[in-house]
C-alpha cells in the first residue's frame, strides 16, 4: 500500500511563493509518474503538473510558474509555486499512478489572499 504525505501549503499573499513537498511510500518510486492536482470549492479535480519517464505537463494557468520536480532517492515530489494569485486557491494533491492504480494523499490547503 502506498502512502503520499503532502506538506508546505499555507496562507500566502498575491504574488508570493509556495514549495509543496509530497513524501510516498513503497518501492520503485522512480518508475511512477508523480503529479499534482488541485480542487478548488465549487469545481472539479484538475491537473496542475505531472512528471514522469516521458515527460513533464503543465495545465496552462500554471505554465512557467509552477515547476514541478523530483527526488527519487528521498521519494519525494515538489512543487514550487511562484506568483501566486487569489485563483491558485485549492486543495492540492498529490497523485502517484500505480501499475495497477492511483494513490492520491490526503491534500493540503493553499489560500493566496491579500
Known amino acids: 500500500q502506498v502512502q503520499l504525505v503532502e506538506s508546505g501549503g499555507g496562507l500566502v499573499q498575491p504574488g508570493g511563493s509556495l514549495r509543496l513537498s509530497c513524501a510516498a511510500s513503497g518501492s520503485s518510486f522512480s518508475l511512477y509518474a508523480m503529479g499534482w492536482y488541485r480542487q478548488a470549492p465549487g469545481k472539479q479535480r484538475e491537473l496542475v503538473a505531472r512528471?514522469?519517464?516521458?515527460?513533464?505537463k503543465y495545465a496552462d494557468s500554471v505554465k512557467g510558474r509552477f515547476p514541478i520536480s523530483r527526488d527519487n532517492a528521498k521519494k519525494t515530489v515538489y512543487l514550487q509555486m511562484n506568483s501566486l494569485k487569489p485563483e491558485d486557491t485549492a486543495v492540492y494533491y498529490c497523485?502517484?499512478?500505480?501499475?495497477?492504480?492511483?494513490?492520491w494523499g490526503q491534500g493540503t490547503q493553499v489560500t493566496v489572499s491579500s
Open positions: 497523485n502517484q499512478e500505480g501499475p495497477s492504480r492511483g494513490y
Open positions: 512528471m514522469s519517464i516521458g515527460g513533464t
